[in-house]
């Protein structure tokens, strides 16, 4: 649970240029945001990058020169060359969606890498030093004015267009949300004795939820997913969830079947493909749910075309109910931390804005989440959905730009919580 030092919810009407830089998990992502005059209205343009896998797991040098160029492409391609010289510096949001310690809104000293990545000699840092040091060689135009997790972008950029959203989440790659905290309720910053009910909001990093063990039954593919990834005994509660992983522990259950002789599952086949750790991702799961035909013959298609194995009736039907269940299990638990969210701080309506790519593509995810908050928050049977989870706006481009609008305008105001450099805000 990481205070954000994001101090409350857009109104709106924030103006002004801003840039934002995404490294979320699978691409890396420039914008540069125009929010408008009109009420929640904004302009964007942006640049993807794909974020290199051996940069997952490279050295720490080569992540922020990676990231520093792809930032001078995005500049010198939207703004010409001889302006740049000339540019006030723009005000940037850093989207850096892993579990940082936040002592100020532009610092972040990285807790420990999660979704796979282990890129050596961040852990433990502030990874905003290391950021600026390659912007600043290049005498790029820019300052960083925060820092922010991809929940708590999503959570504002969802509150500018709809002022009933109260938790921004993402179910993608990795899972977690981030909601709104009074100062009083929040112990980690006691010691700033600042005005009991001013909002500050919280990043839950509750993909970490029972790293102990001692709430979820786990399976022994779920054992195995934990052993063999960079980070044993982190994140349990994503292992479970998250994009990233369902596709891994399909994968680990067809293995096992096959390896038990008497099951004879795929007996006679070659399953030397299958046998790669990770090399089936949560898309494939999702084209076997949307098979549409009773004989499930997309499904057999998709084995002989990725894997080279010719799955015989039953065994495709084995296949698509054991995709359902990773995939209801995944939206029953993701669920769940919605819903404890909303005990918490006893909300009993609203919009829950989310993002990410289990969210918007698997099949019937949403659904399925929808029945389980129906069910833990014991809703009469004939009532409407108080609480829903919905699509949110662009929380890493249009969130971040928005934070950094709100953290300089507050500052302008004189709330300094969280504010290291007054001079360099402003
Ligand atoms: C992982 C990260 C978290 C991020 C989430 C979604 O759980 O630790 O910071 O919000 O993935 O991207």
Redesign the pocket.
């Known amino acids: 649970m990481n205070p954000t030092w994001v101090m409350g919810f857009p109104n709106g009407y924030e103006t002004g240029t801003y840039l934002a830089l995404d490294m979320?998990?699978t691409n890396l992502r420039v914008c540069e945001i125009i929010l408008l005059e009109e009420k929640g209205e904004f302009d964007i343009i942006q640049s993807k990058y794909r974020m290199p896998d051996e940069l997952k797991t490279g050295e720490s040098e080569e992540l922020w020169e990676y990231i520093a160029d792809c930032i001078q492409q995005f500049i010198e391609y939207h703004h010409e060359v001889e302006d740049l010289q000339h540019l006030d510096k723009i005000p940037l949001g850093f989207t850096f969606?892993?579990?940082?310690t936040q002592t100020y809104i532009d610092k972040g000293v990285l807790q420990r890498w999660?979704?796979g990545f282990d890129i050596k000699g961040v852990e433990g840092k502030d990874v905003a030093p290391m950021f600026e040091a390659d912007i600043a060689r290049r005498k790029l135009p820019i300052r960083l004015s925060a820092l922010i997790?991809?929940?708590t972008g999503t959570l504002i950029a969802s509150a500018y267009t709809d002022d009933t959203m109260r938790i921004g989440c993402?179910f993608?790659?990795?899972?977690?949300a981030?909601y709104m905290e009074n100062c009083g309720s929040v112990p980690k910053i006691a010691s700033y004795n600042l005005p009991p009910d001013m909002p500050i909001a919280i990043?839950c990093?509750?993909?970490?939820f029972d790293n102990e063990h001692y709430v979820l039954p786990r399976t022994p593919y779920d054992i195995i997913i934990d052993e063999d990834s960079p980070r044993p005994g982190q994140?349990a509660f994503?292992k479970m969830i998250?994009g990233l992983y369902l596709g891994e522990l399909f994968r680990l259950v067809l293995v096992d079947l096959h390896d038990n002789k008497s099951c004879e599952f795929f007996s006679g086949q070659d399953i030397s493909r299958l046998r790669k750790a990770y090399t089936l991702d949560s898309s494939f799961l999702s084209m076997i749910e949307e098979d549409p035909f009773e004989n499930l013959s997309e499904t057999g298609d998709l084995f002989r075309r990725e894997l080279h194995i010719r799955a015989k009736q039953p065994e495709l039907e084995l296949c698509r109910r054991l995709a359902e269940l990773i995939g209801t299990r995944a939206a029953r638990l993701s669920a769940c931390g919605v819903a404890a969210i909303c005990i918490k701080k006893d909300i009993k309506s609203c919009h829950v804005g989310a993002d990410?790519s289990v969210f918007n593509k698997y099949p019937h995810f949403k659904a399925r989440g929808a029945v389980a908050l129906r069910e833990i928050l014991d809703w009469e049977k004939d009532q409407k959905d108080p609480i829903s989870i919905l699509a949110a706006e662009d929380g890493s481009g249009v969130g971040a730009a928005l934070i950094a609008a709100l953290t300089i305008k507050r500052v302008k105001e004189g709330n300094l919580a969280g504010i290291r450099n007054v001079e360099g805000m402003i």
């Not at 990093?205 to 970490?208: I, L, N, P, Q, S």
């Open positions: 979320g998990g969606s892993f579990p940082a999660t979704k997790n991809d929940t993402i993608g790659t990795g899972c977690n981030a990043n990093e509750y993909g970490a994140q994503e998250a990410g």
